[in-house]
Each structure stands twice: as C-alpha cells, then as structure tokens.
C-alpha cells in the first residue's frame, strides 16, 4: 500500500512549473496547478528534444513531461518506472506533468494502446539519451572514461565505486539541448530495478478517499454552468425558443447561435431545472434508417473504395473431396463508449486566447480543433488535460469541450458543460457497425483450404482532423466533414497456417450515427467473427478446436499463450458441441486466440458458462487468459487492464446495442442500455508470460478483442447454437435454442 | 431561499436552497464535497452514493428537503489517505479504482453494507453492489476489497 503523500496527483501536478491559483468546487482553494493560456514551456516542447521530457531542478529531482495521458489505465505510475529506470534515480524524486499543450510535447493521442509502447518507449529513449550525456559529462569531470561510469539514484558514479556527481550538478542549471537519440544504448533488463515491479498507482489513494480533483470537478473563479440542449432529432434545426418558459429561473442566460441552444448561469441545479423547464420547437427531422435495417443497408453501400487488405495463393484452390466447407454472417452492433461520468469541460475563452479543460484522450489534438473553429492562432490555445470519467477512445469530451468554448464565448465568462445522462448515451460518437461474412474451407487433416473475409465497415476518412463536433455543427461553424472510425480493419484473417486467403473490406461512405474510435477499434468483431468462424471449421470436421488451433500456429509466442490457456482450462480435447445437453442448464466451454493488429500482444483466452435453457440467460462463470505483452512494466497495472478488457468486454457481447428510431438514439439511460453488474462477473485467471527481452505492447485493448468469440464458441459446446448476432441477449439466445430444437 | 439543517461529515450545517427539491448531490457538490458524483441523475448507477443515518442512499434521488435534520457521510467523512476507513485501505491495497468514477458509489454501498452485515458473504457484497455500475471494470477487486475490508480473506 502506498499513502505517501509525495505521491498524491496534487504533488505531482505541482512538479510542474505551473502555480496561479483559482478555486476548485467550494472550499479547496490550495488545489492549483494551472493557469491561463498565455502561459508556456521556456524550452522546447518538440518530441524529438530531450528537454520535451525531462526537467532536472536544482535539487535534483526530475519533471517528467509526458504527451500521453493516464485515463485509469495506469501510465501515471508506468511511464514514470520506464523513466526512473532509464535515468537512474528513485522514482519518488520524478514528478510528472501530463497532457498540457503548453508544458508536455505532442505524443499524439492516448489511443490504440499506445501508451506505453510508444509514448512510454519515446520517454525511455529520452532518458537514455540523457543518461548517455550525463555520463559523457561526468567522464569529463572526473576524467573516467564513460564505459566505467553508471547512473544510480541521480548520480554518475564509478562502477568500480567512489565518488559520484550528481545530475543537478552537471548539469549547472542548463538545459540537455540535445535531440532523442535512437542509438543511445538502453539498460539491460536484467539489471532493471523500478521496471518490472508492481508499484502502485499514485491517483488511487486520492481516489478512494474521494480528494482526486476530476474533470466534473473542476471550477473557476467567475466560472458559470453551462447546458447544451440538442436537437429533437439528429438534424433537426431550431424553430422557436420559448424564454418565459425559464422567467422564473433566476440568473440563467439563454444562449443561441443558430441551432446550438445553451444555459449558463451560476447556480449548477438552476440550470438543470431551467433546462428542464424550456420550451423549443424543432423542425421535424428523420435522417435515421431503420435499425433492423442497418446490416442489409451496409451490404448496399455506397462505398468509397474496396480494399483489399491482405491476400495470399489461388484465388480458387483446389478443395478436396474430403473437404468441408462453410460460410457464415457475424454482426456487430453500434455501441457506446457510456462513460460512468457524462462528458465534461471548462473553457475559459478571451479575446487573447483560449484555456480549456478536458478528459479528451488527445489534448494536442483537441487544440488544434479548438483553434480552427475559433480562428485563433494554435499557439493561443492551451489545452489542459485532467481525468475524467473513463473513456475508451474519442467520446463526448471534445463535444463537451466545443460546448464549453461557445458558451464561455458567448458569456464573456468561463463555463463549465457537462453533460446530462441522456447527452451522454444519446450523442456521444459510437462505435461503428461491422458486417464481417466469412467462407472457407478445412480438410479432414485440418489443414485450412480456403478462407474468405469480407467485411462492410464505415471508412475513416483520410486526412480528416478530426470528428464533426456537435456543438459547432449547430452553430454553423465549418468543419471539415467526414467519419473516424479508427484502425477497425486489422484481424480480419486468420492467424492460422492458411496458403489461401484473402481479407476485403468494403468501406462505407456513410454510417448512421456517428462513429469513433471505441476501445480496439474493430478488433472485437473481427476477432469475434474469425475465430468463432475457425470453431465453426473445426466443429465441421469434428476437431477439438484448441486442438486445431495448436496445429495451425507456428509462432513460438502464440502457441505459449495457447498452451498456457489450454492449461489453465484443464481442458480436455474433444470436438464441440458437448455430447450432453439436454438439461434445464446446459454447459459449455470455449476458447479463441489473438496476435494484436498481427504485430503486437499474443493472448489466448479460455471461456465456461452455464446457459439457462428456460430463459436463454448466459452464465459466464470463469475466463482464463495467458497474456504476453513483451516487457512488463507494472504487472498490476496489466493485469487490472486485463481484467477490465474482459469484463468490459463481456458487458458490450451480452448486452449493448445502441438502439434508435428513424429520428433519434433511443437508449439513453442505464435501462435502456444495460451493461454488466457485479454479480454476472466471472472469475477471472490470468497469467502473464514475461518477455524482458521483448519491446513491450500495449496491455489496454488486446485482451478485450476475444472475448466475444471465446464466449460465443462455448455458448455453442454448451448449446449447439452458434451465435453471429452481438448482443447475446437472453431474448436472442432463447429464441436460437428453441430453433434449434423444433 | 430556505435554510435546511443537517449533520455532515460531523459538523452541523445549515445550508441554503431555493427549493426543497434540490438534490442532495448538488448541495454537497457545492460546499466543495465533489467526492459524490454525478452519473446519471436517475438513481441507475450509483456514482452519487452517501450513507444518511448510515444508510446508502443515492444523492441525486434525495432532496435537500428529505435530508433536513438528517445525518449524511461521504466518501471524505469515511476517512482520509492519511487515516484511510478499511473500506478506503482495501480499495488502496487492491489498487481497485482504474478510471474511479465509480469508486465512490462502491465504497459508500459498501459502507452501508457494513453498517448492516458486518462479514457479508461474496455473494450478498456482490448483490448489493449490483446498483453500483462500474465501466471500466474493477469489479473483482471491488469485491476483493470489501471482503478484505470486513475482515474476510484479503
């Protein structure tokens, strides 16, 4: 446990050199760690600089300036170890400032499990090019030749012993002045001391004791609160505002820029009320197809452009007459990012300049935004990153921010927008649809013929900055348009010995709602339709599926994780559908495989439910998963983010769906869009397999990806019922059952 | 503008509202207690869980009118990093929180919990705990926690 107080976020946000003060909510006025925009780094804040990074105060403590940004995920305390290890000094005398525009250097956003194997690896770079100088230095000074010389605890020290230097004093105050150098030589692992270890998060004490200052918290002096109300309809412009409608709310302010409709005032609840109290008329407006629809619709197109993604032999093989071959549709559904918290920001915009608060995953993105739809010049902005309630890629915190920035402009004062519950699941960017269709062919060896994908996905649209705001789309602010769906066309193909295969993918010009990047973009449903397709290939020949996967690996790290899995199932191979399965519960167990973006992370996960015959409901009662991510840097730390890949992820296969009408999104609360509860929440084994000698991966989205296909492929040993159709409704299942059985 | 008495934290306050139907949630958001979260407004997920005479309630259901005279903790009155409630201590060990909006809700369910059913079972923590949505998925350490908190395994 750690409850030093040198580890709280306010002593590390106040490494930085950052102090004016203003009031958080209510009394908690010595909270300070920000200011306007004006202020900036005096040094530069390129990528490739080492002074980008690292700080070295006279007292010879380190500010760690980091581009990435911890959203829960825990580079709060990793990047750091990475840093600390690289530089050689204790991590408690390194501080660390994240996401600010005018202190931290652009390491794009926090997306696509980044983190650590890139922003991490750039920090750990820079930290070796630093210790490389540092030594170079101190073999001057002390006239030792550098090959004798190391870094421990902030000094440079003989390694034959004696007197060191420390990094302060070698460095007298200036700065490193030197470009990232990818040649500096990096520690070996297995000296690592701080890499490796399990040290615990630096915001969880605050968290848990209810003083993290979060994003929704966060407040001004002068600071007013702010609501946007949307549209009726997606698309819909404004017709006609009431004001006495809100003649008794007293200091509320109503504010239109053509269709975008806001409150501010300085009383949070009086706003919400008045909110509630306003009477408008919306055009009538129904740009929505059908949901049922959507599938076929995606089918029709219009497409951009047909891809081919990847594609090796025939193009028609020859299929032996032994052969079985099958062809199967797997859906996935929109769904939301439904962040616990709705989206929040402040903005303080002034005739000068802009400052704006957010949870964004991507402040340096977001100031690009925020200066383009403001016409200011981009070193006016500054953009300050604070945490927010979990999101899991782009949701409604840019929206949020927009909100906020047209608000404050309009009011002459700051204001804070967050969003209402029904903002949130209404209009936050969803993750996209994805049609996968897949056929192929297995001889009875289990030797892999032929495999088709196709896939029918919404583009993401080259060149575009960045998603259409709402906000400014009403407004009538241009924006450059089009859709950002993330990398969703990765694993589509199998990651088994197969001579003859291809991957198309169709892109979409358009989706229905608005699309972004939620956790592993497309990999889920990729991953859920290859490798339910592979146990369909299997049950066709009447293999063992963990079997037949083993037998079509041939990557030494893939067929571990595997193994590992296998082992941790105690699973005993036999072809599915289990024999026996005529009982009031039916169950079953699964298991699918993963090669991240085919370049990244290897895991293997292993699924047993239980399903209720009666009620169709899937018990999902223990997952295993064998994980490698190369390095470990804080086995916790990817251990808590496996987990949270499972869980969350098991919640998005049994549950969600977005669903709408012809005008508008119609889950907009926690019981029209269920997601899982504590008590459908499996036990859960991992095992970490631990490759110092590999770079590391990221942790944060991998294990999500086959969790929908593990747990599809034992509701089918259990049931005999493939499932292709996400979410896994009891509805759903029940229904398929009972086809079955007729 | 009215006065409403009531206990928080320890201290008696005497806090003003425009009407009685102000959520508790906002009250104690503006006196600078922003521990207690605003989810969902509904009373769907949880976030804005208090305990009121040691019941968990959740704040944005309770108006302001319902609380007067009452007693109301929150996730600051329950401890502090330096002198953590067990509830908080096991959630720190555990590293529960990822993202931690929820963790509040979690931790004052729990309390309540406690308050009732001192060694609950894992499977009355987890029944209870079922109101309290969690997004990013700490729930297994959650449970691990407020085990370990009651004095159960950990």
């Given at each position: 446990?750690?409850?030093?107080?040198?580890?709280?976020?306010?002593?590390?946000?106040?490494?930085?050199?950052?102090?004016?003060?203003?009031?958080?909510?209510?009394?908690?006025?010595?909270?300070?760690?920000?200011?306007?925009a004006a202020a900036s780094a005096d040094r530069t804040l390129s990528p490739e600089a080492v002074d980008a990074y690292f700080?070295?105060?006279?007292?010879?403590?380190?500010?760690?300036?980091?581009?990435?940004?911890?959203?829960?995920?825990?580079?709060?305390?990793?990047?750091?170890?990475?840093a600390a290890e690289e530089l050689g000094i204790g991590i408690d005398r390194i501080s660390f400032v994240e996401g600010d525009t005018a202190t931290t250097p652009d390491q794009g956003?926090?997306?696509?499990?980044?983190?650590?194997?890139r922003g991490g690896v750039q920090v750990r770079q820079a930290a070796a090019t630093a210790r490389k100088a540092l030594i170079e230095m101190a073999a001057q000074k002390l006239n030792v030749p550098s090959a004798e010389l190391a870094t421990a605890d902030g000094m440079v020290r003989p390694k034959a012993g004696g007197n060191g230097i420390s990094f302060a004093e070698l460095l007298a105050g200036k700065r490193f002045d030197l470009k990232l150098d990818p040649k500096a030589p990096l520690k070996d692992p297995k000296d690592y001391t701080i890499v490796g270890k399990p040290l615990p998060r630096p915001d969880v004490p605050a968290k848990s004791t209810g003083t993290h200052i979060y994003m929704q918290d966060f407040a001004l002096p002068g600071m007013l609160h702010g609501r946007v109300i949307r549209p009726s309809s997606i698309g819909a412009s404004l017709v006609s505002v009431d004001e006495s409608s809100i003649k008794d709310s007293a200091g509320v302010k109503l504010i239109r820029i053509k269709d975008f409709l806001g409150l501010v005032g300085e009383d949070e609840w009086t706003v919400i009320k008045a909110m509630r109290a306003l009477k408008c008329q919306w055009s009538a407006a129904t740009t929505l197809p059908p949901q049922a629809d959507v599938p076929s619709l995606m089918k029709a197109g219009p497409f951009t452009r047909d891809e081919k993604i990847s594609g090796t032999g025939e193009t028609s093989p020859a299929i032996t007459a032994d052969a079985r071959t099958v062809k199967a549709t797997y859906y996935w559904p929109m769904q939301s990012h439904a962040s616990m918290g709705p989206s929040c920001a402040v903005a303080d915009m002034r005739a000068d300049g802009a400052t704006v608060w957010t949870a964004s995953q991507a402040s340096h993105r977001l100031r690009g935004i925020v200066a383009r739809l403001f016409s200011l010049p981009a070193e006016k902005v500054r953009v300050i990153y604070l945490d927010g309630?979990?999101?899991?890629g782009m949701n409604g915190h840019d929206d949020a921010a927009a909100d906020a920035a047209l608000l404050s402009r309009a009011a002459g004062r700051p204001v804070r927008v967050q969003w209402m519950r029904e903002d949130e699941h209404g209009w936050d960017p969803k993750g996209p649809p994805q049609l996968l269709e897949i056929s192929g062919s297995i001889d009875a060896e289990g030797r892999i013929l032929d495999w088709r994908t196709e896939m029918w996905i919404p583009e993401a649209t080259r060149g575009l900055p960045n998603i259409p705001l709402l906000g400014p789309g009403d407004a009538g602010i241009a924006q450059p348009m089009g859709l950002s769906t993330g990398l969703i066309s990765q694993n589509?193909?199998?990651?088994?010995?197969?001579?003859?295969?291809?991957?198309?993918?169709?892109?979409?010009?358009?989706?229905?709602?608005?699309?972004?990047?939620?956790?592993?973009?497309?990999?889920i449903a990729n991953c859920f339709a290859v490798e339910s397709f592979f146990d369909e290939l299997a049950a066709a020949i009447g293999?063992?599926?963990?079997?037949?996967?083993?037998?079509?690996?041939?990557?030494?790290?893939?067929?571990?994780?595997?193994?590992?899995?296998?082992?941790?199932m105690k699973w005993q191979p036999r072809p599915s559908p289990a024999t026996e399965r005529s009982g009031p519960i039916m169950r079953g167990r699964g298991i699918a495989y993963i090669h991240y973006k085919f370049q990244e992370t290897y895991l293997a996960m292993g699924m047993e439910v239980a399903v209720e015959r009666a009620t169709g409901k899937i018990k999902v009662q223990r997952v295993a998963c064998a994980h490698d991510c190369g390095l470990i840097v804080n086995p916790d730390?990817?251990?808590?983010?496996?987990?949270?890949?499972?869980?969350?992820?098991?919640?998005?296969?049994?549950?969600?769906?977005?669903?709408?009408?012809?005008?508008?999104?119609?889950?907009?609360?926690?019981a029209s869009y269920p997601i899982l509860t504590m008590s459908e929440v499996p036990k859960i084994e991992i095992d970490l397999v631990s490759r110092p000698d590999q770079p590391p991966v990221g942790a944060g989205e991998a294990a999500t990806a086959p969790v929908a296909a593990a747990l599809a492929n034992a509701v089918f040993d259990a049931t005999g019922v493939r499932l292709r159709t996400v979410p896994f409704t009891p509805e759903r299942v029940k229904a398929a059952i009972e086809r079955r059985s007729t | 503008m009215a006065a409403y008495d009531l206990r928080i934290n320890g201290s008696a306050r005497s806090v003003e509202a425009t009407d009685s139907d102000k959520p508790l949630l906002y009250v104690l958001r503006g006196l600078g207690l922003t521990a207690t979260k605003f989810g969902c407004g509904l009373g769907q997920c949880g976030a804005c869980t208090v305990l009121l005479d040691g019941k968990s309630v959740r704040s944005c259901q309770t108006a302001i009118g319902e609380a007067r005279g009452k007693t109301v903790t929150t996730l600051e009155g329950l401890g502090t990093a330096a002198q953590p409630h067990p509830l908080q201590a096991a959630f720190i060990r555990e590293q529960v929180?990822?993202?931690?909006?929820?963790?509040?809700?979690?931790?004052?369910?729990?309390?309540?919990l406690l308050a009732r059913v001192p060694k609950p079972s894992e499977d009355q923590v987890r029944s209870e705990l079922d109101g309290n949505l969690c997004r990013c998925g700490s729930h297994v350490r959650v449970v691990k926690a407020v085990m370990a908190a009651s004095g159960q395994g950990g």
């Open positions: 446990m750690n409850l030093d107080p040198r580890f709280s976020r306010r002593t590390l946000l106040q490494g930085g050199a950052l102090s004016i003060g203003f009031a958080w909510f209510g009394a908690k006025p010595d909270r300070a760690h920000a200011q306007g700080v070295i105060d006279a007292d010879g403590s380190v500010t760690l300036y980091c581009g990435k940004v911890d959203l829960g995920q825990g580079l709060r305390i990793a990047i750091p170890q990475m956003p926090t997306a696509g499990s980044t983190g650590i194997q309630a979990g999101c899991y589509g193909g199998p990651p088994y010995a197969a001579p003859n295969q291809s991957v198309v993918a169709h892109w979409l010009k358009d989706a229905p709602l608005r699309p972004s990047n939620l956790r592993a973009p497309g990999k293999r063992d599926p963990a079997e037949l996967r083993l037998k079509g690996l041939s990557d030494p790290r893939g067929i571990e994780v595997l193994k590992r899995t296998i082992a941790l730390g990817v251990r808590s983010q496996v987990e949270g890949c499972i869980i969350q992820t098991l919640s998005r296969a049994m549950y969600e769906e977005v669903t709408f009408d012809r005008a508008r999104v119609t889950s907009t609360d926690w | 929180p990822q993202c931690g909006y929820c963790t509040n809700g979690m931790i004052m369910s729990a309390a309540g």
